[in-house]
């Protein structure tokens, strides 16, 4: 969708701020551009939308070499979001979301329907805030009008620079998992510059990394933090980057335990004689659609059996509600902060249609982390073999 192809910018003062910048974002991917401040994120942004032009290469937008399309127009089909939002202090809420549609002609009740529907998509409600101007609203909540004004005509791009660079940690992440949302809807192909590897990392399908005026590697956030491609990227990236890694590696299938399970019907006498057989302390409790309802402990189960005389006690009477459990293919780091949260030694994990397929353990979640760490090695083995065969043939 956007093709660099060894691309340069060099300033008339001599500045050379990028050079042989050669990568391409597929349609409904998210890039992220992170690096130290003046290597050159902001340049590569601005050059996709013509506001800054190329000095050597070629940007590819669809195909078509953006040299030759017009830049209004080029501009028209990129939504543009930057760290000072930009918005207009006179305007509304409602006309600065509206600029766009405006632009375009729309006429004015098709473009107030827009713009309170995309109000409302980035969580503004348009009754609250449509008629506010920016000074009223706070920093988070101009990101968001920043993010829904670049959205207001649909375009299948979106550059945002720095555009949650303004506002403190905590709303900070609060606008990411929003946007993340947002897009996993909207599939936009988005070029994001951050100078926080972080959120480089939590947003990106990939990432480039930047040294000085070029891209250090260009990869996937696990295997730009498992396997970084040099020692500056391993240095940038951090010396935790075992830890960021939890946060990019999802729950498969493979890593989880499988506990007995028992069903809320169950009689008690047959549970109980179940658990003991099995040796298990404990088992997940379902409900007829194999819906997880909680758990319960083997020793429950045996006590109350032995009281249980007339044998009509079942499972669902002594089972304990789930507190936490997470969907397959939440982050490991997810998994952990829930256990810590919960103080759980282990977590549920269901699928989409809510069925239960197993449990993540602490030991279990280590393997995890091995497993991704260990298929980069694996990797870069690989490649040390070829480049051996290649020179001794
Ligand atoms: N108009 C200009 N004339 C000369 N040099 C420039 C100009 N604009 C940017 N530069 C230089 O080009 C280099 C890259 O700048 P750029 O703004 O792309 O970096 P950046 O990675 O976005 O930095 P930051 O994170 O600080 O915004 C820097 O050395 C900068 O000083």
């Not at 999802?250 to 989880?256: A, C, S, Y």
């Not at 982390?369 to 020179?391: G, K, N, Y």
Request: with cysteine; net charge negative; charged share 25%.
């Amino acid at each position: 969708m956007i093709r660099f192809e060894n691309v340069a910018k060099r300033y008339p003062d001599g500045t050379v701020a990028v050079e042989g910048l050669s990568f391409e974002v597929a349609e409904g991917e998210l890039v992220t551009l992170v690096g130290p401040s003046g290597c050159g994120k902001t340049t590569t942004m601005k050059m996709v939308n013509r506001l800054i032009e190329p000095t050597e290469g070629r940007i590819l937008v669809d195909g078509e070499d953006i040299a030759e399309a017009e830049p209004v127009e080029l501009r028209r089909r990129m939504g543009y979001v930057i760290q000072q939002t930009g918005l207009f202090p006179h305007r509304t809420v409602l006309d600065n979301t509206a600029t766009v549609p405006h632009l375009l002609g729309w006429p004015k009740a098709r473009r107030r329907e827009r713009a309170r529907e995309l109000l409302d998509l980035v969580g503004l409600d348009p009754d609250v805030f449509g008629d506010r101007y920016p000074e009223q609203l706070s920093g988070g909540q101009r990101q968001r009008v920043g993010v829904a004004r670049a959205l207001a005509a649909d375009p299948p791009v979106l550059l945002m620079d720095e555009p949650f660079g303004a506002v403190d940690p905590v709303v900070r992440e609060h606008l990411q998992n929003e946007f993340l949302r947002l897009q996993s809807r909207l599939h936009k192909t988005v070029l994001f510059v951050t100078h926080d590897i972080e959120e480089a990392v939590r947003l990106g399908d990939r990432i480039a990394v930047y040294g000085e005026g070029r891209i250090e590697q260009f990869d996937s956030p696990a295997t730009v933090l498992g396997a970084p491609a040099s020692g500056y990227v391993a240095d940038f990236v951090g010396a935790d980057r075992g830890l960021k890694r939890l946060s990019v590696t999802p729950i498969e299938t493979g890593d989880l335990e499988q506990p007995p399970t028992l069903h809320l019907t169950d009689r008690l006498d047959e549970a109980a004689a179940r658990m003991a057989t099995d040796g298990a302390r404990w088992a997940v409790v379902l409900d007829g659609a194999d819906v997880l309802h909680g758990w319960v402990s083997a020793a429950t189960l045996a006590e109350a059996a032995v009281r249980d005389a007339d044998g009509s006690g079942t499972v669902g009477d002594h089972a304990r509600r789930m507190e936490a459990w997470l969907p397959l293919g939440s982050s490991l780091k997810q998994a952990f902060s829930t256990m810590l949260q919960h103080d759980a030694g282990w977590i549920a994990v269901e699928d989409e249609a809510d069925r239960f397929v197993g449990v993540l353990t602490p030991a279990k979640l280590h393997e995890a982390l091995r497993r991704s760490v260990d298929a980069d090695a694996r990797a870069v083995a690989r490649q040390d073999v070829e480049l051996e065969t290649i020179e001794s043939s």
